[in-house]
C-alpha cells in the first residue's frame, strides 16, 4: 500500500461516514479529531496523557518547525515522532495559513512566500519544493503542499488567484514530494466562499489523483451557515474512497454539522486554546469556569464525563486554579476540553456505525445550541 491508505467502513459518499486510515504507525478511525501540536507540543499536556484521552493523530506545523527548532534538529533527531516522544501517526500541515496570517511583510508570486519571522524579524523563502522538504524532515505520516488561504472577505479576483496558485503548488508538490512511500501528500481545496470556485478547484485536483483531499480556508470568520453550504458544494465533488479533511475547525456543533455532511478528518486548536481561557466544553454549551457564579459550585465540570479532571474536581477549585494563575488549572481545562472532544467524535462514528446518526445529532446540536446560549 502507499503511505496512507483509506477505507470506508459505513455511511453513503456524501453524508455521515465512518472508515479507517492506514497508516504504518498504526490504524486510525475516522471520524477523526487531530489535537493540534504546533510546535511539536500540544500545549500543557504531554504526549502520555494526550495519547490516554484517546486521541489517535496530531498535527504539528511546517512553518513553526521550521523557524525553531529548525530542520537540522528534526533530522538529528529522526524526525518529529523520536523528538516529542509521540508513537502515533503525525499529520503536518504546510505552513501556509500561518505564512500569511503571522509573518511580517509577506509576499506572493508563482515561485513561492517571501516572509519575515514573526519570531526574530529574519527573512524566509518558501517555495512548494522547499515545503516539501521540510517536511521530510519533519517526517510525519500525511504532508500538506503550500497553499494560499485567503481571508475572510475575500473579493473573487483574489480568491480566484489564489486557487490558481494554490493548484499549480499542488502538482509542483506532488511532482518533488520526496519520499512518496512515507508520506501522503493531500491536496487543498481553496477557492473562499465562492461555490464555483470551490467546485472547480475540487475538479482539478481530483484529476491529479491524490491520496486525501482538504478544505482549506473555512472557518476565518465566514458565518457558519455559510460554511455548511461550502461544505455541500465541495464534498460531492471528492471522490468517495479518499479522505476529507476541513482544516482548523473544531467546536462540537461545526464538528457534527460537517460530519453529517461527508468529512472525515478535522484539527483545531479550538478545545485547548479555549480551555487556556478558562472555558469548558459541556453537552449544554460552553461554560466559563471563570465567572463568579463558579466560585462555590462544588459540582465537576460534567457529571457525565470520565476525564481526570471531571473525576476529581469541582468547578469551584479549577477556577480558584484560574484565577490565581496556576498552571494546573489550564492544564485540566484542556484534558477535559481534548476528552470532551475525542468523546464527541467516538461517538458520532459508532452512532454512524449503529445507523442512527440523525437522531443522535438531532439531540446533540439541540442540548448543545440551547445551553450555549443560556451559558
Known amino acids: 500500500m502507499g503511505a496512507v491508505r483509506f477505507e470506508l467502513l459505513t455511511g453513503s459518499p456524501e453524508g455521515p461516514r465512518r472508515g479507517r486510515l492506514l497508516t504504518r504507525r498504526g490504524v486510525v478511525e475516522t471520524p477523526l479529531f487531530m489535537p493540534v501540536g504546533t510546535q511539536g507540543t500540544v ?28 530542520c537540522e534538529i528534526l533530522r538529528a533527531a529522526g524526525g518529529i515522532q523520536s523528538f516529542m516522544g509521540w508513537p502515533g501517526p503525525v499529520l503536518s500541515d504546510s505552513g501556509g495559513y500561518q505564512v500569511f496570517s503571522l509573518a511580517a511583510r509577506c509576499s506572493v508570486d508563482e515561485a513561492g512566500v517571501t516572509f519575515r519571522s514573526h519570531i526574530d524579524g529574519s527573512e524566509h523563502f518558501f517555495s512548494p519544493e522547499r515545503v516539501m522538504r521540510v517536511q521530510e524532515d519533519i517526517g510525519a505520516d500525511i504532508i500538506m503542499p503550500l497553499d494560499v488561504c485567503t481571508p475572510y472577505p ?12 494554490t493548484e499549480d503548488w499542488a502538482s509542483r508538490s506532488l511532482a518533488t514530494r520526496p519520499a512518496p512511500e512515507r508520506q501522503a501528500l493531500f491536496a487543498i481545496v481553496q477557492g473562499s466562499t465562492y461555490p464555483d470556485l470551490r467546485r472547480r478547484a475540487a475538479r482539478a485536483l481530483v484529476q ?16 457558519r451557515p455559510l460554511l455548511y453550504s461550502l461544505l455541500e458544494v465541495t464534498v460531492p465533488e471528492l471522490p468517495a474512497d479518499r479522505p476529507r479533511y476541513l ?21 483545531s486548536v479550538f478545545p485547548t486554546r479555549l480551555g487556556r481561557h478558562g472555558t469548558v466544553l459541556t453537552r449544554d454549551g460552553p461554560l466559563s469556569l471563570r465567572g463568579a457564579r463558579f466560585r462555590q459550585d462544588m459540582r465537576p465540570i460534567a457529571a457525565d464525563c470520565p476525564c481526570y479532571a471531571c473525576r476529581t474536581f469541582t468547578r469551584a477549585y479549577i477556577r480558584h486554579l484560574l484565577i490565581a494563575g496556576e498552571v494546573l488549572g489550564i492544564r485540566l481545562t484542556t484534558l477535559h476540553n481534548l476528552t470532551f472532544t475525542l468523546t464527541l467524535v467516538r461517538e458520532m462514528g459508532q452512532a454512524i456505525a449503529e445507523g442512527r446518526f440523525a437522531g443522535w445529532r438531532e439531540e446533540m446540536l439541540a442540548r448543545y445550541r440551547e445551553g450555549r446560549v443560556e451559558n
Open 43 to 70: 500545549k500543557t499536556l504531554t504526549p502520555e496523557e494526550v495519547l490516554g484521552l484517546g486521541a489517535e493523530m496530531i498535527l504539528v506545523n511546517a512553518y513553526h518547525l521550521y523557524l525553531r527548532p529548525g
Open 154 to 165: 475575500c473579493d473573487r479576483e483574489a480568491a480566484a488567484r489564489a486557487v490558481a496558485l
Open 247 to 267: 482544516m482548523g475547525v473544531g467546536a462540537p456543533d461545526d464538528l457534527v454539522e460537517a460530519v453529517s455532511r461527508g468529512v472525515d478528518m478535522f484539527d
Open 208 to 223: 491529479r489523483d491524490f491520496p486525501g483531499y482538504a478544505l482549506g480556508g473555512l472557518s476565518v470568520g465566514e458565518p
